[in-house]
């Protein structure tokens, strides 16, 4: 009897992991995007970085990734911290 239940609840604990799997591991496509900086007096725009990946641009702002791609996925603009500041701000823009 303890067999037949522990191989019952192996299959359902597959079942269920084999359900939710692709749920953990979708991959979230973005594409590429621009990092841009607006001097603060002039209203300028200047491209720091055009056409590349999150990543990339995540990394040369030194801010996180996942963070990032929340925000762009809410359709809102990523901030730039470090190349941010009084005279400039900086953001990450879908491309």
């Known amino acids: 009897m303890r067999i037949h239940t522990a191989l019952a609840l192996a299959a359902a604990g597959t079942a269920a992991a084999m359900f939710f799997a692709p749920l ?4 979230v496509n973005i594409g590429n995007v621009d990092v841009t900086v607006t001097e603060v007096a002039s209203g300028n725009t200047f491209f720091v970085l055009q056409n590349v990946s999150v ?3 995540a990394q040369v702002c ?3 990734v996942d963070v990032v791609t929340a ?3 809410r359709g809102d603009s990523a901030k730039c911290n470090s190349k941010t500041n009084n005279h400039q701000k900086a953001w990450i823009k879908k491309h």
């Not at 953990?24 to 991959?27: G, L, Y």
């Open 24 to 27: 953990a591991q979708a991959d």
């Open 55 to 57: 990543d990339q641009a």
């Open 62 to 64: 030194q801010v996180n």
């Open 71 to 73: 925000t762009l996925l």
